[in-house]
C-alpha cells in the first residue's frame, strides 16, 4: 500500500471516529486534542493532521472511552493518531523503504566507510592523547556544520510542507512562544495522565525526560568544549574536574538510562495498544541512543585511563554511531517528531487557547481520594447493628 | 479477577447482579469489610457495565468548600436543596425516606468515591451539561462512567476482600426461605443454570429497557420503531424474578426517559454521540411535517430528554429536526453527519427517503414558522439563556430562539425516541433492602441503581442523580447486609 493512500484511508477513518468524539466528549479533560476539537462543529482533513501532532499517546481517552471494541463504533483515537502521524512523517521526509530512498539510504553510508578508510590508520599513534590526532580539527568542524545545515534545512521544509497540510487557520503566535517553550521543556501535557495502574505510561515520562535532557547536556557540553578551546584558549582534551566533561558524561550516563527503560517499557506494556506498526524503528533508535551514549562514556573512559588506541577506535565508533543516528532519525519518525511536537503546541497556544469558542478547562475538586489513600473513609460512623 | 464457574465457592458473602456503577460501588464497600463477593454480569467481559458506561455527571450538596465551580462564589447547595430539587421535579411524588437518604448521603458517597480513586472535576459554562443548575451542584467524574468502573475494578481487592466476577452470568430467579434469600439462580452463556448461595443478593442490573418482549407487550408494534441507547443485556429478569416473589413495584412502565436519538443509530449503544440536540436551534416536524411541540419551551439541558417520549406519540414514531447554517456551532452534532441540501425543496425530498409523507406540508410549515418569527438581524444566538424569541400567530408556538430557517445550507436529522431508563422499578426502603408488597422488607436481598430508580425518581430525574442512587444505595446495601 502506498503510503499517500495510506494517508488518505487513515484521514477518512480518523475524521469518522472524531464525529463520534464531537458528541460524546467525557474524556475531553486528557489532553490538548480535545479542546482543539471543540473549535467547531465539523472537523477538516487538516485539523486531523494538527490534532494527531497533538495527541500525546496517554491512552487515558482509549481506557475511558464507551465506544471502544467490540462495540460496534470501534473507537480508538490513540491508535488513528499513531497511524497518521507515521503517515504525515512518512509523507514529509525521505521514504526509506522506497526505490529512491535506497540509493539515498546506500549513499548516506559512504561517508561512513571513507571516514574509517582515512582515518584508521591514526589509532596506533603516539603521543598524548587528542581527539584531533585522529581527526584534524577542520574535518571535525566542517562535517559537524554540515550535518547541521541540512538538519536546518530538512526542519524548514517539514515546517512549510506540514503549513500546507493542516491548513491556513492554524498559525503560530510569536506572543505564544515563551509558554510554548515553557510547555515544551516542562513536558507539561506528559502529566496529564492518569489511568489507574498504568505504571509504564508513566515511565514514558521519565524516559523522555533523560532522553530529551541528557541530548541537551551533550549539546550544551559541546558548545562549552569549543567555548573553551576557542574563546578561553584551553587546549582539549580537558580534564575530568572541567565541566564540559561533567556534563558530558552526566548526559551520556542520562541517555544511557533513558534508552534501557525505554526498550523495558516496550517489551513489558501491554499488548493492546502497542504500535507495532513503528516496532522496528523505536527499537532501532532506542539502540542507536543506547550506543551512542555508551560509546561515549566509553571513549572518555579510556582517554582518562590514557590507552591510546583504544580511546581512538571508541572514538571513531562513537562518531560513525552519531552519524548513523542523525541519518535515520532525519529519514525516519523522529526528526518529524522532534519539529512538529513543539510546533504544534506553539498552535495550540496561539490559536486553541485564546480562542472564545474553547471552553473553559476543568478543575479537579480537591478530595482526599486524589492523593491515593490506602484505608477508605468510614461512610458509616459506627456500623449499624 | 474473573472466573469460570468451575472454581466458584459454594457460598458468598454477597451475590450481586450487575456490574455497572451500583454494582462496582456495592461490591468495593463489601470488599472494604473483608466479605466475599461475587459480581454476576450478563455481558460478556469486554462489553461489562451496561448504561454506566455512558454515564458523566454526579450530584452533590457541598457547602462551597471545593471552592471551583459555583455561579457566584458564595453559593452553596444544602442537603435540603438537593432534596426539595428532588421533590419539586418529581410533583412530590417520592419516597421522602429514600430521597431524604440520597441528599444526605450526596457528599459522603462522593468522598467515598474519590478514596477509592475516582477523580472529580468542576463542570464549566460551556460545557454540555452547563447550566446553572448543574453548574452550582454538579461535578463531572473525570473521563466518564468507562474510567469510573475501570478504577473501581482496579482498586477493589485492595482491602483484603475477596472479589469475583462471573461474565456471561445472567440471574435469573432466586430461591427463598419464606423471605430470606438463599441461593441465585444463575443462567450462565445462555444455557447452563448454576444455582449459587450466599447471604446477601444485591440487584444492581439496572432496568428492563432492553428486554423486546417486554417492551413489545408495554408498547405494542410500535417499539420497533425505538432505538435503545444503552447496553443490549439491560434485560431486567432479576426484576421480573422478584416480582414473582411478591417484591413491590413502583412507578409507571409506560413511562420512559427518552431524548430523541438519531433515527440511522444502531438499535443497541448508540450512547450519547446519537442524541439530537438540534431541536433549539430550527423546527422539529413529523412525518406528515407538521410541527408538534415547543422547541424552545425551556433551557434544553431541561427538556433534551422529553423529546423521544413527545416523537413516542407520532405517527410511526419519527421526527425531522430541521436548522439552517446559522445553527450550526451551536449544539453538538451526532456522530452521523446531518442531511444537507441548498434549498429547502431538496432537503424535504432528501428526507421522503427517511419517511416523511408530506413534502409540500413541510415545506409549507418551514415557511410559515420563518414569517411567525420575530425580525431577525444577525444577532448572536445563546442557547444558555432563555431570549424570549417567541413565534407568534402559529401553533404550536415556538417560545425562545426563534429564528428563519432561510440561510443555505439547510440540515435535517431524523430523529426516533431514544429509549434510556423507565421510571419504573422495584421499591425499596431507606436501607436499600427491596419490598415485599406487604409492605415489609426481604431481610436480605438490596437493590440500588437503575434497580430502585423509581423509588426516588418518577417524573423526572435531576442531571447527576442517576450515579447517586447507584452508588449511595450501592454502599448501603453492602453496609447494612450481614448487620441486620
Redesign the interface.
Known amino acids: 500500500m502506498s503510503l499517500l493512500k495510506s494517508l488518505a484511508e487513515d484521514r477518512e477513518e480518523a475524521l469518522r471516529q472524531y464525529m463520534i468524539c464531537e458528541g460524546c466528549r467525557l474524556c475531553d479533560n486528557t489532553c490538548p486534542v480535545w479542546p482543539t476539537l471543540s473549535m467547531k462543529p465539523l472537523v477538516s482533513p487538516g485539523e486531523v493532521v494538527l490534532l494527531a501532532n497533538l495527541c500525546y499517546d496517554h491512552r487515558d481517552c482509549y481506557y475511558a472511552c464507551p465506544y471502544i471494541a467490540p462495540h460496534p463504533f470501534n473507537v480508538d483515537v490513540p491508535q488513528v493518531n499513531r497511524n497518521l502521524r507515521l503517515d504525515v512523517y512518512s509523507a514529509l521526509t525521505l521514504r526509506l523503504r522506497e526505490t529512491i530512498g535506497k540509493i539515498i539510504f546506500a549513499l548516506l553510508f559512504v561517508p561512513i566507510i571513507a571516514m574509517w578508510a582515512i582515518f584508521l590508520p591514526n589509532v596506533f599513534r603516539g603521543g598524548p592523547i587528542s581527539f584531533y590526532n585522529l581527526m584534524p580539527k577542520d574535518v571535525i568542524l566542517a562535517s559537524g556544520f554540515t550535518v547541521l545545515a541540512y538538519l536546518v534545512g530538512f526542519a524548514l521544509y517539514i515546517i512549510i510542507k506540514y503549513n500546507s497540510m493542516i491548513g491556513g487557520e492554524y498559525r503560530p503566535k510569536l506572543s505564544a512562544l515563551p509558554a510554548s517553550i515553557v510547555d515544551w521543556l516542562r513536558h507539561s501535557w506528559f502529566e496529564t495522565m492518569h489511568y489507574p495502574g498504568e505504571w509504564w505510561s508513566r515511565t514514558r515520562l521519565v524516559y523522555h525526560l533523560l532522553i530529551f535532557y541528557g541530548f541537551a547536556l551533550d549539546l550544551i557540553a559541546t558548545i562549552l568544549g569549543s567555548i573553551y578551546e576557542d574563546v578561553l584558549g584551553v587546549p582539549s582534551p580537558f580534564p575530568l574536574s572541567n565541566p564540559t566533561v561533567v556534563i558530558g558524561i552526566l548526559g551520556g550516563a542520562m541517555l544511557v538510562a533513558g534508552s534501557v527503560i525505554a526498550l523495558a517499557a516496550r517489551y513489558s506494556s501491554i499488548k493492546v495498544q502497542r504500535f507495532e506498526r513503528v516496532g522496528a524503528l523505536d527499537v532501532m533508535l532506542a539502540v542507536e541512543v543506547l550506543l551512542v551514549g555508551a560509546t561515549g562514556l566509553l571513549t572518555l573512559g579510556y582517554r582518562l585511563a590514557g590507552m591510546a588506541p583504544a580511546t581512538y577506535l571508541a572514538l571513531l565508533v562513537h562518531l560513525t554511531m552519531i552519524y548513523v543516528l542523525f541519518v535515520t532519525a532525519l529519514h525516519s519518525t523522529t526528526l518529524p517528531h522532534v519539529i512538529l511536537r513543539p510546533y504544534s503546541l506553539w498552535i495550540y497556544n496561539s490559536v486553541v487557547v485564546p480562542s472564545p469558542a474553547r471552553p473553559q478547562t476543568h478543575a479537579l475538586v480537591n478530595l482526599p481520594g486524589h492523593k491515593r489513600v490506602r484505608k477508605p473513609i468510614e461512610y458509616f460512623r459506627r456500623p449499624r447493628r | 479477577m474473573s472466573v469460570t464457574p468451575g472454581i466458584l465457592e459454594d457460598h458468598y458473602d454477597f451475590i450481586i447482579a450487575g456490574h455497572g456503577n451500583a454494582a462496582l460501588t456495592a461490591a468495593a464497600?463489601a470488599c472494604?469489610r473483608g466479605k466475599s463477593v461475587l459480581v454476576l454480569e450478563a455481558a460478556?467481559e469486554?462489553?461489562y457495565?451496561g448504561n454506566s458506561?455512558?454515564v458523566?455527571v454526579y450530584r452533590a450538596a457541598h457547602r462551597g468548600e471545593?471552592?471551583?465551580?459555583y455561579a457566584r462564589p458564595d453559593d452553596v447547595y444544602t442537603e435540603d436543596d438537593y432534596y426539595n430539587d428532588i421533590v419539586s421535579r418529581n410533583e412530590g411524588d417520592t419516597d421522602p425516606k429514600v430521597a431524604r437518604v440520597l441528599a444526605d448521603r450526596s457528599l459522603?458517597?462522593?468522598?467515598?468515591?474519590?478514596?477509592?480513586?475516582?477523580?472529580?472535576?468542576?463542570?464549566?459554562?460551556?460545557?454540555?451539561n452547563w447550566d446553572p443548575d448543574m453548574g452550582r451542584s454538579g461535578?463531572?467524574i473525570?473521563?466518564?462512567?468507562?474510567?469510573l468502573m475501570?478504577?473501581l475494578l482496579?482498586?477493589i481487592n485492595?482491602?483484603g476482600g475477596r472479589c469475583r466476577f462471573l461474565y456471561n452470568a445472567k440471574v435469573v430467579d432466586m430461591e427463598l426461605e419464606g423471605m430470606q434469600f438463599r441461593r441465585a439462580v444463575v443462567e450462565y452463556m445462555g444455557s447452563k443454570t448454576l444455582k449459587i448461595a450466599g447471604d446477601n443478593l444485591v440487584i444492581a442490573s439496572g432496568s428492563f429497557v432492553a428486554n423486546l418482549q417486554k417492551m413489545r407487550e408495554i408498547y405494542g408494534p410500535a417499539f420497533d420503531n425505538f432505538k435503545i441507547r444503552g447496553a443490549q443485556y439491560n434485560t431486567g429478569e432479576p426484576l421480573f424474578a422478584m416480582m414473582r416473589h411478591g417484591a413491590a413495584t413502583v412507578g409507571d412502565m409506560h413511562y420512559v426517559h427518552a431524548p430523541g436519538q438519531d433515527a440511522r443509530a444502531?438499535r443497541f449503544?448508540g450512547?450519547?454521540?446519537?442524541?439530537v440536540d438540534a431541536p433549539p436551534v430550527g423546527v422539529v416536524l413529523n412525518k406528515y411535517g407538521l410541527r408538534f411541540h415547543d422547541e424552545g419551551e425551556d433551557l434544553w439541558i431541561k427538556k433534551y430528554s422529553k423529546w423521544g417520549y413527545y416523537i413516542i406519540d407520532q405517527p410511526d414514531q419519527l421526527g425531522f429536526s430541521i436548522w439552517d447554517s446559522k445553527g450550526?456551532?451551536l449544539f453538538?452534532?451526532?456522530?452521523?453527519?446531518p442531511i444537507s441540501a441548498n434549498s429547502l425543496e431538496e432537503l424535504v425530498n432528501k428526507l421522503t427517503e427517511f419517511g416523511l409523507e408530506n413534502p409540500a406540508q413541510a415545506l409549507e410549515t418551514i415557511r410559515g414558522f420563518n414569517r411567525a418569527c420575530p425580525p431577525y438581524k444577525g444577532e448572536s444566538i445563546d442557547l444558555g439563556v432563555l431570549d424570549g424569541r417567541a413565534t407568534t400567530g402559529i401553533t404550536p408556538r415556538k417560545s425562545n430562539w426563534s429564528i428563519p430557517i432561510d440561510t443555505p445550507p439547510f440540515y435535517a436529522y431524523p430523529m426516533r425516541p431514544g429509549v434510556t431508563f423507565v421510571y419504573w422499578s422495584l421499591r425499596v426502603d431507606e436501607h436499600a433492602r427491596v419490598l415485599h408488597e406487604s409492605g415489609n422488607p426481604f431481610p436480605n436481598i438490596y437493590a440500588a441503581g437503575e434497580s430502585m430508580f423509581a423509588t426516588v425518581f418518577r417524573k423526572a430525574y435531576i442531571g447527576g442523580g442517576g450515579i447517586g442512587v447507584g452508588a449511595t444505595f450501592g454502599?448501603i446495601a453492602a453496609?447494612?447486609g450481614g448487620?441486620?
Do not use: Q
Request: proline fraction near 6%; glycine fraction near 12%.
Open positions: 464497600a472494604d460478556p469486554d462489553f457495565g458506561r455512558y458523566e471545593f471552592g471551583v465551580h459522603e458517597t462522593m468522598k467515598w468515591l474519590a478514596t477509592h480513586g475516582i477523580k472529580f472535576t468542576n463542570i464549566v459554562f460551556g460545557h454540555r461535578f463531572r473525570l473521563d466518564g462512567g468507562m474510567m475501570r478504577t482496579r482498586n485492595r482491602t444502531p449503544n450512547g450519547i454521540s446519537m442524541r450550526w456551532g453538538t452534532p451526532t456522530y452521523l453527519p454502599i453496609h447494612e448487620w441486620l
